[in-house]
């Protein structure tokens, strides 16, 4: 994926960490069709954290803990299919290495949208979303639209919602990844927004001096064309930021 902004290496990183070589998957080995995408379901048998720590010596540490239950059977499921991409469409494929592409390019979207540059947003999302988004961003009152960026080093947690492998009436073959992530924001919302995890003051130094953060949530699907001559770029084609841009 090519971006046409400001910090133009960063984006051909990005590219670089989302893009692989295309694989050919043979038909009797795709998924018989493509499931309903799933939301984050909270069950009782697996835990996963991420946590943020200060290190100042003036003051008292600030830490954030984000705690996430999993589902064994989603988390058996989504390594199938990530058994099945390498098998299949990229040998080099890389969960690890592609969440660092998905957050790199989910805080540089959220970042456009929050500024209404769209028009740069035009190789990294696909044109259906796209023309959604302009529609909705022209009508978000400006403490919502700041609370869409992400800063790269606000993302707290990060994972994979549902993994698909299906082909379209024409035979194409496509592989979608929803990422979902949870970042912490500064912008001057009420502490009643629903959707959010959890409202955190975060202290600095002085008890009298407090800085709120909210924890907010947002969900990406990149989506890859594993056709035969097809470009080797992630799209964006799914953008959900709960409660903030609906």
Same mark, same amino acid.
């Given at each position: 994926?090519?971006?046409?902004?400001? @910090?133009?290496?960063?984006?051909?990183?990005?590219?670089?960490? /989302?893009?692989?070589?295309?694989?050919?998957?043979?038909?009797?080995?795709?998924?018989?069709?493509?499931?309903?995408?799933?939301?984050?379901?909270?069950?009782? #048998?697996?835990?996963?954290?991420?946590?943020?720590?200060?290190?100042?010596?003036?003051?008292?540490?600030?830490?954030?803990?984000? *705690?996430?239950?999993?589902?064994?059977?989603?988390?058996?499921?989504?390594?199938?299919?990530?058994? #099945? !991409?390498?098998?299949? $469409?990229?040998?080099?494929?890389?969960?690890?290495? &592609?969440?660092?592409?998905?957050?790199? @390019? $989910?805080?540089?979207?959220?970042?456009?949208?929050?500024?209404?540059?769209?028009?740069?947003?035009?190789?990294?999302?696909?044109?259906? *979303?796209?023309? *959604?988004?302009?529609?909705?961003?022209?009508? /978000?009152?400006?403490?919502?639209?700041?609370?869409? @960026?992400?800063?790269?080093?606000?993302?707290?947690?990060?994972?994979?919602?549902?993994?698909?492998?299906?082909?379209?009436?024409?035979?194409? +073959? $496509?592989?979608? !990844? #929803?990422?979902?992530?949870?970042? /912490? =924001?500064?912008? =001057?919302?009420?502490?009643?927004?629903?959707?959010?995890? +959890? *409202? &955190?003051?975060?202290? &600095?130094?002085?008890? =009298?001096?407090?800085?709120?953060?909210?924890?907010?949530?947002? =969900?990406?699907? &990149?989506?890859?064309?594993?056709?035969?001559? @097809?470009?080797?770029?992630?799209?964006?084609?799914? !953008?959900?930021?709960?409660?903030?841009?609906?």
């Amino acid at each position: 994926m090519a971006l046409r902004c400001a @910090a133009p290496g960063r984006v051909r990183w990005l590219a670089r960490a /989302l893009a692989g070589s295309a694989r050919l998957l043979p038909p009797a080995a795709a998924a018989p069709g493509p499931p309903s995408p799933a939301r984050t379901r909270p069950l009782q #048998l697996s835990s996963r954290f991420a946590s943020s720590a200060g290190s100042g010596t003036d003051g008292p540490q600030r830490r954030v803990v984000v *705690v996430r239950i999993t589902s064994p059977f989603a988390w058996l499921r989504t390594r199938f299919y990530y058994l #099945l !991409i390498r098998l299949y $469409f990229d040998h080099e494929f890389s969960i690890e290495e &592609f969440t660092r592409g998905a957050k790199q @390019a $989910f805080s540089v979207v959220s970042k456009l949208l929050s500024q209404r540059k769209l028009d740069l947003l035009e190789e990294l999302v696909s044109a259906e *979303v796209l023309q *959604v988004l302009k529609e909705k961003i022209s009508l /978000l009152p400006d403490s919502h639209r700041d609370a869409l @960026a992400a800063d790269i080093d606000a993302i707290m947690y990060t994972t994979e919602g549902d993994v698909r492998i299906y082909y379209d009436d024409d035979g194409r +073959k $496509f592989v979608s !990844i #929803l990422m979902c992530f949870w970042y /912490l =924001n500064g912008a =001057n919302l009420p502490d009643e927004v629903p959707g959010e995890a +959890k *409202v &955190f003051q975060i202290v &600095f130094g002085d008890e =009298n001096k407090k800085e709120k953060k909210h924890l907010l949530t947002a =969900n990406y699907e &990149f989506q890859r064309e594993f056709t035969e001559g @097809a470009k080797p770029d992630w799209t964006i084609t799914r !953008i959900e930021h709960p409660r903030l841009l609906e």
